[in-house]
């Protein structure tokens, strides 16, 4: 995500956003969403969500169907499975305030997610919501090396934000919607509530088969690509993905465009359609695509989804990103490229590269800031990464360098603004130092590398600390130590 604390910096930058460069793109403009062949990809040791889902639009509610078949690879035997159920997170006035409080207060529509008929390999299942309200456990014997098919029918009540999850102004944010396996590693199993702070998110790469039924007039926007289309109802499908997210509205308007072998999607409320903006929304994304599909790695996936919504900034999903339209009415391009960028260059760290976002945030967080930073530096002027590098010094100066520990949880830390300098300024400012020292050459072995080794994986820190070590040699960590310590 790219959060309030950068909004910051357009009081910094807009006064010197008069001279952008002229754009030249000629995407094409379609109402309708292409339909793509469906892959013969197959993984069958990865665990596969199968997802049948109908839109109400006058409860704001979507009732499902969910099947998971699950392969339990861990060596111990274990009596209960996780999921979680995010939408529970919008249940109570305790909710996360993830944005403004005065947003959050005046929620008049409560979210949440009820689940039946959970089955096993057939069997009835005694469910309940613990230790947490946002995780499902499900009492089951797990066998090292075994097969699960796990089947639920659901209620979600999608609540009235503007949150990651949420439907305001006929437009319905639905990121950590559907019940999703928690992660099991060695430190057991994950099952962090939804923090105010950070993405509060961990999952693990999956296959997705997601049908969805709209009422007349709505447009899908999906992390996957739409196989499959039958008057109301759309089949998309997503091979590795480590989560699914929609955007659906029935004010949309697309653009598409062919960037390599991606269909780029831009999703904009019609009420922008005379916004020439648009365009350089689009342009931003093929830009961050081209750059970085050359300089870390291949972009897997068949289509992606820039959309614009009500999201008060910056969302990263796997396949699709809620970006604010906020920037539009507010003519604010620097902020429109910067978080565009930004949640394009995590489809390469945290979607296709994972970590743990709640104990590890700082790893996608700083290399997806630092890469933000690059992109201006090597599409546009050099003038725009001395900015930003100028408005991150004085930020982590002004914060008080001893105030600021980058190696710590997602909740332990105070609020977004201490989080911000932590997990993206610090880190950034360290890749900045170590290619400023080391040159772009090494750079782009670092991140090849990255990419080679942990694509569809989880990055640690350990094993980043080992990839900079192996590239670099040992006497980086003279700098590492210096911003990490
Ligand atoms: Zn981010």
Not at 68 to 93: C, Q, R, W
Not at 272 to 285: G, K, M, P, V
Not at 338 to 359: A, K, M, N, P, R
């Amino acid at each position: 995500m790219k959060r309030i604390w950068i909004l910051v910096m357009v009081f910094f930058l807009v006064g010197c956003s008069n001279n952008e460069d002229v754009y030249t793109s000629e995407p094409i403009e379609n109402v309708t969403l292409t339909v793509q062949e469906l892959s013969d990809f197959t993984d069958n040791t990865l665990n596969y969500y199968d997802i049948e889902v109908t839109l109400d639009d006058e409860k704001d509610q979507l009732i499902g169907k969910e099947t998971i078949t699950y392969h339990y690879d861990e060596t111990e035997a274990l009596e209960a499975l996780y999921l979680h159920v995010y939408p529970n997170a919008f249940k109570s006035s305790s909710h996360p305030s993830l944005f403004d409080q005065e947003v959050t207060k005046a929620m008049t529509q409560e979210g949440s997610i009820e689940i039946k008929n959970v089955l096993i390999n057939g069997k009835t299942i005694e469910y309940s919501y613990e230790p947490i309200d946002t995780v499902l456990k499900l009492p089951f014997d797990l066998i090292p090396g075994e097969d699960y098919m796990i089947e639920m029918d659901f209620v979600i009540q999608v609540s009235s934000t503007t949150e990651r999850f949420g439907s305001i102004q006929g437009i319905y944010n639905l990121g950590n919607w559907y019940p999703i396996l928690a992660v099991y590693d060695d430190e057991g199993w994950n099952l962090d509530p939804y923090y105010d702070v950070g993405d509060p998110f961990y999952s693990e790469v999956a296959n997705y088969d997601v049908t969805l039924t709209l009422p007349e007039g709505y447009i899908p926007s999906a992390s996957g690509y739409l196989y499959q289309k039958e008057d109301k109802t759309y089949h998309f499908r997503a091979d590795r993905m480590r989560d699914f997210a929609f955007v659906l509205s029935d004010k949309f308007l697309i653009k598409e465009k062919l960037v390599n072998d991606t269909l780029v999607y831009l999703y904009y409320p019609s009420s922008l359609s005379n916004h020439y903006w648009t365009d350089h929304a689009l342009t931003f994304a093929e830009e961050t695509l081209l750059l970085y599909e050359d300089f870390i790695g291949d972009y897997p996936y068949k289509s992606y989804s820039v959309v614009i919504t009500t999201f008060p900034s910056g969302m990263e999903y796997p396949g699709l990103v809620m970006i604010s339209d906020q920037y539009f009415y507010d003519f604010d391009i620097t902020n429109l490229r910067q978080t565009i960028v930004h949640e394009s260059v995590h489809q390469w760290f945290y979607s296709l590269i994972g970590d743990d976002e709640i104990d590890e945030g700082w790893i996608d967080e700083g290399l997806t800031t630092y890469f933000t930073m690059y992109f201006d530096q090597a599409v546009y002027k050099k003038a725009y990464y001395d900015r930003t590098l100028k408005y991150y010094r004085d930020r982590r100066n002004k914060y008080g360098i001893e105030n600021i520990t980058v190696l710590k949880s997602a909740k332990d830390y105070a609020d977004w603004s201490e989080y911000g300098v932590a997990a993206y300024v610090t880190p950034a400012l360290m890749y900045d130092e170590i290619y400023k020292t080391y040159g772009d050459e090494k750079l782009k072995t670092f991140v090849q590398s990255l990419y080679s080794n942990y694509v569809y994986g989880i990055l640690r820190y350990e094993d980043l600390i080992e990839t900079l070590k192996t590239v670099y040699g040992e006497e980086v960590m003279e700098i590492v130590d210096r911003y990490l310590k």
